[in-house]
């Protein structure tokens, strides 16, 4: 399971994305929707590590990966699913 909780996401000193709590649980597919400039992909760049989380939490199997570098998750995901999350974040992100 992945879930953020109050999550506060931006770049340099300015918050983009404010309170964002999602949960998707294992065997889900989910979509984030939104018009251009409204801060999809930068809660996917909070969520693995890429955009500065001011506050909230990232969890993943019960384990807090908040402000974990992307490099340490990157790592700690090649025993887990967490690696195709990240792969398709990267994925995602590249289209953007």
């Known amino acids: ?6 999550l506060v996401v931006g770049y340099g000193n300015v918050p983009i ?3 964002v709590s999602i949960v998707v ?4 597919i989910i979509a984030l929707l939104g018009p ?3 801060g999809k992909s930068t809660l996917i760049k909070g969520i693995v590590g890429l955009a500065k989380v001011f506050s909230g939490e990232v969890i993943y199997e ?3 990966i908040t402000g ?3 490099d340490k998750l990157v790592k700690m995901s090649m025993d887990t699913s ?3 999350i990240m792969f398709s974040c990267v994925l995602l992100l590249k289209k953007t």
């Open 17 to 19: 994305v404010r309170g």
């Open 36 to 38: 251009n400039g409204s």
């Open 62 to 64: 019960n384990i807090k």
């Open 82 to 84: 967490l690696s195709l």
């Open 25 to 28: 649980n294992k065997g889900e």
């Open 68 to 70: 974990i570098s992307t």
């Open 1 to 6: 399971m992945l879930k953020t909780k109050n």
